[in-house]
């Protein structure tokens, strides 16, 4: 990560764009009850939605391993989906898929924090903006116990962005070299505590 990055915590804008589209996706499934991922393209172009059909195959792909949509019995040329009924009374409950998913995904930030993606340098603000929006998208239950320490560390980061902007403007250079030293950390600490927690959580629910 340069010194040039915008270096603000924040949502990517394709995450946010993806989170967007995939609750409409959800609430399109609701609608019509059960949908095809041909129809679900076309509604979502109608929608003003700008996305090619390879893009809506992986939502619905990503759906079914987050556990929130099912594959209906075909009983015609296309395979169709629906959403999954839960019994409000039922135990939560991550599906061996689901979970292997997670732990491959962690697998992953934490090299991109530790060795970045070609493995010639970290790239710490990039796995902390995939861990949130893996975060973004666990089960409810897991979502719930983890985003207090999200937050919390969140915050950290962003104090020391802030002075590290203040130094900036008031031209004390060294000190914002250190700053930007010391952000990069905390970014750092920040995805590998969180994949910590969360492989934590993974494995109690398992117990």
């Not at 403007?169 to 590998?192: F, H, S, W």
């Amino acid at each position: 990560m340069s010194q040039n990055d915008k270096t603000k915590i924040k949502a990517a804008p394709q995450y946010e764009n993806i989170r967007k589209r995939r609750w409409k996706i959800l609430e399109l499934i609701g609608k019509h009850n059960a949908l095809s991922t041909k129809m679900a393209h076309e509604l979502l172009t109608k929608e003003g939605f700008r996305v090619n059909y390879r893009t809506v195959q992986r939502d619905f792909e990503e759906l079914q391993i987050e556990g929130r949509i099912i594959v209906n019995p075909s009983v015609g040329r296309e395979q169709t989906y629906s959403l999954v009924k839960v019994e409000k009374s039922a135990k939560p409950l991550i599906s061996a898929y689901l979970l292997n998913s997670l732990w491959k995904e962690m697998r992953k930030i934490s090299r991109i924090a530790v060795y970045g993606r070609t493995g010639i340098m970290p790239e710490p603000l990039e796995a902390y903006n995939e861990m949130r929006f893996l975060i973004a998208r666990l089960p409810k239950p897991l979502k719930d116990k983890i985003k207090p320490l999200e937050r919390k560390l969140t915050q950290a980061i962003v104090e020391i962005e802030e002075k590290r902007e203040k130094a900036l403007k008031e031209y004390r250079r060294e000190e914002a070299d250190e700053l930007y030293e010391e952000y990069c950390g905390a970014v750092k600490y920040a995805v590998l505590k969180l994949v910590d927690e969360l492989s934590n959580m993974l494995h109690d629910s398992q117990a």
